[in-house]
């Protein structure tokens, strides 16, 4: 029986987290500057969850 690769789940866990942060700074940053962003909604952000 294969064992677990924890090290990849354990990369792909922050790579995830990388990606939500970021997205979360350019949505900071646009509405410091006064840009909607596309796709802004929240009822988005809780269909991806």
Known sequence: ?????YKFEKRQKELEKQKKKEQK???KQARKDGVPVEGESD???REDA
């Not at 029986?1 to 690769?5: E, I, L, T, V």
């Open 25 to 27: 700074q350019r949505r």
């Open 1 to 5: 029986m294969a064992k677990p690769n």
């Open 43 to 45: 009822d988005q952000d």
